[in-house]
């Protein structure tokens, strides 16, 4: 007699939350609002992303996950901003309809499905950014609290990280439990 995990229970009690749970707009809205000043920061931190972007300027890239939709364009000084507007050159649309799914394949390493529609030269820019611009986590910590505890507080992140990748890589265990007579 085949068994479910206990877990899988949680698993889904989890997804069915993050799925159906709509937070107030004015959460959504800054919680966007602070995901662009973080992406700025990190293409801040690296000139060939910003002049990359430099050279698609007033370009409309639409980010789509479900029924959410955030719309930027990169600016003269290299950046992003968000804007509003009815046309997009560039549709980015995630296909993973389960976030667990989507966080257990960047975990491995994988990059999330994703439908491209639109500018083919602008998705070969956004995709060179997503190959090659990278958060220094480490420089960060390291003007909070110094080199030496910032190398500690990462080391002990990238740990966790592969524990979790191995974990996730792990062939789970046969669900074909045969239960024996007494």
């Known amino acids: 007699m085949a068994t ?7 698993g889904e009690a989890i997804e069915q939350l993050v ?3 709509q937070p107030p707009v ?8 602070r995901l662009v000043l973080f ?4 293409i801040g931190a690296e000139p060939e992303a910003q002049s990359r972007l430099k050279r698609q300027k007033g370009r409309c890239i639409q980010l789509q996950w479900q029924d959410k939709v955030i719309q930027l364009s990169p600016t003269p000084a290299g950046l992003l901003e968000r804007v509003s507007q009815p046309k997009f050159d560039l549709k980015l649309s995630l296909t993973d309809t389960s976030p667990l799914a989507m966080a257990s394949a960047v975990l491995k390493g994988e990059k999330p499905g994703v439908h491209i529609e639109g500018d083919v030269q602008l998705a070969a820019e956004v995709n060179w950014l997503i190959d090659h611009v990278r958060w220094d986590v480490e420089e960060d910590l390291s ?3 110094g080199d030496a ?5 990462v080391s002990m992140g990238r740990q966790a990280i592969q524990a979790m ?4 890589r792990k062939p789970a265990p ?8 007494l």
């Open 149 to 153: 505890a910032a190398n500690t507080l």
């Open 174 to 181: 046969g669900n074909d439990l045969h239960r024996t007579a």
């Open 165 to 168: 990748q191995q974990f996730i």
């Open 39 to 42: 992406l700025n920061h990190v």
């Open 19 to 21: 799925t159906n749970a």
């Open 26 to 33: 004015w959460v959504m809205d800054e919680s966007i609002n």
């Open 4 to 10: 479910q995990s206990p877990f899988s229970f949680v």
């Open 143 to 145: 003007k909070l609290m």
